[in-house]
């Protein structure tokens, strides 16, 4: 078993910048491919971002220019560095942990919110 926690989420103006934090524990936490997903109100949960223990990462293409997302293998934490938020950002931010970069891993965090707005 694998326990993801949030933290960092907020209320910004557009242009703003937010940082999510995600601290995974449990076996074999830091051997996953760790990420991110959102879901907005009325919407799918999408892809946001994900990242290999090894640093190979993947972003979903209208966040690619925005957004870092970052891991410390050692304290086995993964961050999303959000800058430049738009409205259209305003979502639930998920944490996930997997095995493929290619579909959403097992393991899911509570979710933190984040509203873009003026």
């Known amino acids: 078993q694998v326990q993801l926690v949030e933290s960092g989420g907020g209320l910004v103006q557009p242009g703003g910048s937010l940082r999510l934090s995600c601290a995974a524990s449990?076996?074999?936490?830091?051997?996953?491919?760790m990420g991110w997903y959102r879901q907005a109100p009325g919407k799918q949960r999408e892809l946001v971002a994900k990242v290999s223990r090894g640093g190979t990462t993947s972003y979903q293409n209208s966040v690619k220019d925005r957004f870092t997302i970052s891991r410390d293998n050692a304290k086995d934490t993964v961050t999303l560095q959000m800058n430049s938020l738009k409205l259209e950002d305003t979502a639930d931010y998920y944490c996930?942990?997997?095995?493929?970069?290619?579909?959403?891993?097992?393991?899911w965090g509570q979710g933190t919110q984040v509203t873009v707005s003026s």
């Open positions: 996930n942990a997997g095995t493929l970069f290619g579909i959403p891993g097992l393991y």
């Open positions: 449990g076996s074999g936490a830091g051997s996953y491919i």
